[in-house]
């Protein structure tokens, strides 16, 4: 049985009334469209259904002009106090206001983004977001100083010896040397003549210098 296809004509969305169906070039079919204002169009289906398109056009230019009529003088928004309008405007013709911040910054904002709440201080509340994170992130992650999943880091890559802090000292005679860090300080273990030796010393030194702040966690 062959699906009979929808037929939107004289339906309504927005402002715009549906008249008939259009020629579309694409696989989606398209409506062609008359807006309150007297406007023609041709939309696509699925923008219509979904409300994407709701006009011609008229419908965001209303709402700009809306936004250049509304006084926003003595308004709050988050902490942004408006202190008056501005002759500028934005890009999308937005009226920008004048807005002092609660740490003192004025800052030119457009009505849109104060009104949508898009836009609530100069810069200053996002750079206190990142900062709070990083705090609870140090909380988390440091003690006295020390990263602490940085004492749980991977072998690197470049290690030929196959142990963290064990290194091939090349000379007339093969050795080994020892290291480890704390508090990003590098500190040396020794030099030994068999790697067994430097493996053990590191062991040792992580029982010392890292064991005490993984067993807090």
Request: aromatic share 6%; charged share 35%.
């Amino acid at each position: 049985m062959t699906k009979q296809k929808m037929d939107l004509t004289d339906h309504r969305y927005g402002r715009l009334t549906v008249i008939k169906e259009a020629k579309s070039n694409s696989r989606h079919r398209q409506w062609l469209c008359k807006c309150d204002c007297g406007k023609e169009i041709t939309c696509y289906m699925y923008s219509l259904r979904t409300g994407n398109t709701k006009s011609c056009g008229c419908l965001r230019k209303d709402k700009v002009r809306e936004a250049t009529l509304i006084d926003l003088t003595g308004e709050k928004f988050g902490k942004l106090t408006v202190l008056k309008k501005s002759e500028k405007r934005d890009g999308s013709r937005s009226v920008l206001w004048i807005c002092k911040c609660d740490c003192g910054e004025e800052k030119y904002i457009a009505s849109r983004n104060l009104l949508s709440g898009e836009t609530k201080s100069c810069g200053c509340l996002r750079k206190e977001q990142i900062k709070e994170v990083h705090e609870i992130n140090n909380e988390k992650h440091f003690k006295d100083g020390v990263y602490i999943p940085g004492l749980k880091n991977k072998l690197r890559s470049d290690n030929t010896t196959g142990h963290k802090g064990v290194y091939v000292k090349k000379g007339k005679k093969t050795k080994y040397q020892a290291k480890i860090w704390i508090k990003r300080k590098s500190i040396h273990l020794g030099t030994y003549d068999t790697i067994q030796e430097a493996i053990e010393a590191r062991e040792e030194a992580e029982k010392k210098y890292h064991q005490p702040y993984l067993n807090d966690k």
